[in-house]
């Protein structure tokens, strides 16, 4: 008998599940996608980009439209909010329809931006990035002539925003209330990318809490009140980060984690015939063996993979994460993952840490560029625990060879004596991960 699945969210980790239980499925199996919003299978990621006008139109964003799909068998359906599921009548309730009964269910839902409870936050000159209609509102609302801009938050979004805004010809300030900006980097590294985003013309306003918004009589933000001073503003952009988008779940009765997403086990199971996966559930941290939020585009496709395995009936788990990730504001590279030393301190590992300041390519070629490594390992064990670059072109893209070393469980000797490519153009005759990994070697 025909089956049908619901999937609530129709982007990465929706889509992905979809696709892939509906080929494996194929008649077997009804696949309804709910979205709430007008786009399918798109790249958030790209936003940015789109912004800094390196991407051209929106369209280049959206990897596989609503139609795509609906030539491949799934039932798209689009302004449909899912407002509550009912897990004894094995029921969606939808906004403004009837409710969609379910055999398997699918949350997708990702996450929510987080505002700040600030009067004036819904001025039409404030950006949220959520989403491509946010994009396309914040492009609407750029001048030609040059301007001025604050970007509230100094994660990699904030960060990535600077740099489109100042691809289009406006001054930009960025303020975080931490102490450096990307608080997932070390403070070592975090001031080497403050300094960096200084050289290219960024105000970077550190330990700066906002406090409140200036409006103009129309309604529109003119400055930005944080850490008692005003910073003026035609525009402001908001990159504070996002928590999961898990209120259906939870109000449904299923079970949410302490860092509030929707708690799954390995196959990407809540309760029998119930799965989530992407920016909504918690993760299992492989370093830190604990369960921890990170919403990112690389851990959303793997989840939404494992989920329609397990929904067409293929065996498959989700191994977990290393909190790997990686950024760019203008020419500067940023990447990071595994434990920084606050985390493995906390966590009562005895550290060892060394940062080497090193070039990009061997040091005589003319195109060698500075980069600054950090690796951190367990004193007893000489396990690698973590790794950081902070450079220019050619630095943060290997921070694959530390996170695929972390994931094996490899000790810094090991990396050190790993069999790493080398020609004039690429590194030096050591490579610069391993560098930094004879360093520690040296101090174990
Ligand atoms: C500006 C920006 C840049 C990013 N850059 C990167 C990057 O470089 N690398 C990286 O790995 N990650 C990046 N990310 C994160 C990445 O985009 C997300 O991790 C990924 O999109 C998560 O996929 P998801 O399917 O879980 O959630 P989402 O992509 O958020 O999709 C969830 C979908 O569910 C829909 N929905 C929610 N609630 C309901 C409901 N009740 N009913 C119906 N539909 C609903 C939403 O409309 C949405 O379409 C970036 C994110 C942003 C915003």
Redo the contacts with the bound molecule.
């Keep these: 008998m025909t089956q049908r699945l619901v999937v ?7 889509m992905t599940a979809a696709s892939r239980a509906k080929r494996l499925r194929g008649d077997a199996l009804d696949v309804v996608v ?4 007008r ?1 399918t299978s798109y790249s ?2 790209g ?2 980009y789109w912004v800094g006008g390196e991407v051209g139109s929106v369209d280049d964003l959206v990897v596989r439209s609503p139609e795509e799909h609906r030539r491949n068998g799934i039932d798209v359906r689009l302004d ?4 509550g599921i009912d897990l004894d009548r094995c029921e969606v309730a939808v906004d403004g329809s009837d409710p969609v009964g379910f055999d398997q269910l699918l949350i ?4 929510t931006p987080i505002r700040p409870p600030l009067p004036g936050l819904d001025a039409p000159n404030v950006h949220g ?3 491509l209609t946010d994009g396309a509102r914040l492009i609407d609302g750029l001048s030609d002539e040059p301007g001025r801009a604050v970007v509230i938050g100094a994660g ?2 904030g960060i ?1 925003m600077a740099e489109a805004l100042v691809r289009r010809r406006y001054d930009v300030t960025v303020v975080d209330k931490g102490a450096q900006p990307m608080s997932t980097l070390d403070a070592d590294l975090g001031a080497l990318v403050a300094g960096a985003m200084e050289g290219l013309g960024i105000d970077v306003e550190c330990d700066t809490a906002v406090e409140s918004l200036d409006l103009d009589p129309a309604g529109r933000v003119t400055a930005v009140r944080a850490g008692g001073r005003s910073y003026p503003a035609d525009l402001v952009v908001l990159g504070i980060g996002v928590r999961p ?1 898990a209120e ?1 779940a939870a109000e449904a009765g299923l079970p949410r984690g302490d860092r509030g997403g929707i708690r799954v086990n390995a196959r990407m199971e809540v309760a029998d015939g119930v799965y989530a ?4 559930v918690e993760s299992w941290d492989r370093v830190a063996q604990r369960w921890v939020h990170v ?6 496709n793997k989840q ?1 993979l494992v989920a329609g395995l397990r929904i067409a009936g293929v065996d498959a788990e989700f191994p977990g994460i290393l909190k790997t990730a990686i ?1 760019k504001v203008c020419d500067l590279e940023v990447a990071r993952t595994g434990l920084g030393s606050d985390e493995a301190a906390e966590l009562g590992y005895d550290v060892v840490a060394a940062t080497i300041e090193t070039t990009t390519q061997a040091g005589y070629m003319p195109d060698a560029r500075p980069m600054t490594v950090k690796l951190l390992a367990d004193r007893p064990t000489g396990r690698l625990l973590g790794a950081q670059f902070v450079g220019r072109e050619g630095s943060a893209i290997r921070i694959d060879t530390c996170a695929t070393a972390l994931w094996a469980g490899l000790t810094v000797h090991e990396v050190m004596m790993s069999d790493l490519g080398y020609a004039p153009p690429f590194s030096s005759v050591w490579d610069p991960v391993q560098v930094a990994a004879r360093k520690v070697v040296e101090q174990l």
Excluded: K, M, N, W
């Design positions: 609530i969210g129709g982007d990465a980790a929706g709910l979205e709430q919003g786009f958030a990621c936003i940015p449909s909010r899912a407002t997708a839902t990702g996450a990035v959520q989403t990699y979004i990535e988008a259906i996966a992407g920016d909504c919403p990112l585009g690389t851990h959303a939404g950024s």
